[in-house]
């Protein structure tokens, strides 16, 4: 089991851009695929973003695609989303997620992930 906090939440502007990080630990962290889920109220979650086990995959939604970009530093247990002009449309509560399987590349279904952080709510006004 890997124990996830993210951070970096907050309320932006329409245009500007948000790092959120997500803190991990266990002894699996680094073995697994990684991912972004988003979720707005009365919706499923979201996979935005996922990053392979050792970094070297990267997979994103059409939504963000050219405007997200994922990446995982293991040595720090931490993966990272930069959020580059952020529309109105990308206001959700954020979570990190680890893969349920060791060495996966991308897994981008949110049923695929079995460990979840808390969620970090990312509100983006006009």
């Known amino acids: 089991q890997v124990h996830l906090v993210e951070s970096g939440g907050g309320s932006v502007q329409a245009g500007a851009s948000l790092r959120l990080s997500c803190l991990g630990s266990?002894?699996?962290?680094?073995?697994?695929?990684m991912g972004w889920i988003r979720q707005t109220p009365g919706k499923e979650r979201d996979v935005v973003a996922s990053i392979s086990w050792n970094g070297a995959n990267t997979w994103y939604s059409d939504s963000v695609k050219g405007r997200f970009t994922i990446s995982r530093d293991n040595a720090k247990k931490t993966v990272y989303v930069e959020m580059n002009s952020v529309k109105i449309e990308d206001t959700a509560v954020y979570y990190c997620?680890?893969?349920?399987?060791?060495?996966?590349?991308?897994?981008?279904?949110?049923?695929?992930?079995?460990?979840w952080g808390q969620g970090t709510q990312v509100t983006v006004f006009s």
């Open positions: 997620g680890a893969a349920r399987s060791i060495m996966d590349a991308v897994t981008t279904r949110a049923s695929d992930y079995g460990s």
């Open positions: 266990g002894r699996t962290f680094e073995n697994k695929a």
